[in-house]
């Protein structure tokens, strides 16, 4: 299963150096070039980098489906370029120096794969550090623009935009973390296909997810399993498969009706995965305070949240 991969972080804190170094080993990711207004620096190639072609238009930047402004510097990044990858099951990985674009990424691609890079020297040892890479920008710029790139990240992270926080200390340890990193989330990444479903083990729910079932069926162009933890026959620790579901899981449908002890801890799990979670409640539902915030779907009874799920299932995989 294809993922986007993307990268933000401090001015000189490694990115492109990642970049380079994950292409080099890996040929499951691919570098997604952007198109920028700025000039190639002294040590870049006169055209185009690992990630960005130079010297482009203005207007050209504008069309994008991503862009943004950055050092007196214009960016873009064309969506077609990175479901191209996609189609292709590779992982495209960009990096993008602005957070809200990268919310606008997120909300495309809502398994995307955040990572932000900081450096793990400062004052004095980052400055040597900057020199002995022999760095065509001016230290003290340099460190300027890592403490602007640093602000703009402090007043994202508590959006749960971010999925990991590295920190560069310019040895192998870098390297380390991103290789655990992806071990970790490219290996056990999500099925597009699969749904899992979040309820009460009551038998009297059964007809509800049979609703939920035959809705998966309906979706067009699609053949999605939709699948809750008692489904699977075998042996297994029921709290390890649920959390492995819900890791799988591309959707979250999750029904409330019932004060479940089991259904809350499974939707706190998928909310901390950041999954795309659909709520679903029997009208009359009174929901707690901590879940009423969220969109809920109230339904009637079991063909019109079958009439339900199939529209949301439908309009997301559009």
Request: charged share 30%; hydrophobic share 35%.
């Amino acid at each position: 299963m294809s993922r986007l991969i993307v990268v933000a972080g401090a001015s000189g804190a490694g990115k492109t150096f990642m970049l380079s170094q994950l292409t080099n080993y890996r040929s499951d990711i691919i570098p997604i070039k952007k198109i920028t207004t700025r000039k190639p620096r002294i040590n870049e190639p006169a055209e185009e980098s690992i990630d960005l072609k130079f010297a482009q238009d203005v207007n050209s930047i504008k069309k994008c489906t991503y862009t943004y402004h950055y050092c007196n510097n214009y960016y873009g990044i064309k969506k077609e370029e990175i479901d191209c990858v996609l189609r292709k099951d590779k992982n495209p990985i960009v990096i993008v120096a602005n957070c809200n674009t990268i919310t606008k990424i997120k909300k495309d691609y809502h398994d995307a794969l955040i990572l932000y890079v900081n450096s793990g020297l400062s004052g004095e040892e980052l400055k040597l550090e900057l020199l002995k890479f022999g760095d065509p920008i001016d230290v003290d710029e340099r460190m300027r623009r890592q403490r602007i790139g640093f602000n703009d990240y402090i007043q994202h992270m508590n959006k749960g935009l971010f999925d990991y926080f590295l920190v560069n200390y310019y040895d192998d340890t870098f390297l380390q973390q991103i290789e655990l990193i992806l071990e970790e989330e490219l290996n056990h990444s999500s099925d597009a296909n699969y749904v899992f479903v979040i309820m009460s083990f009551e038998e009297k729910y059964d007809d509800v997810f049979e609703a939920l079932k035959i809705a998966g069926k309906l979706v067009k162009n699609r053949d999605l399993l939709v699948e809750r933890v008692s489904e699977p026959l075998g042996d297994y620790i029921i709290t390890d498969k649920i959390e492995q579901s819900i890791k799988r899981a591309e959707i979250i449908i999750c029904d409330v009706t019932e004060k479940s002890p089991n259904v809350y801890y499974e939707l706190g799990y998928a909310r901390a995965k950041n999954k795309t979670i659909i709520m679903t409640a029997q009208k009359g539902t009174k929901l707690p305070f901590d879940i009423q915030q969220y969109r809920t779907n109230f339904y009637n009874n079991t063909t019109h949240l079958q009439k339900i799920i199939m529209n949301e299932l439908s309009v997301y995989y559009q």
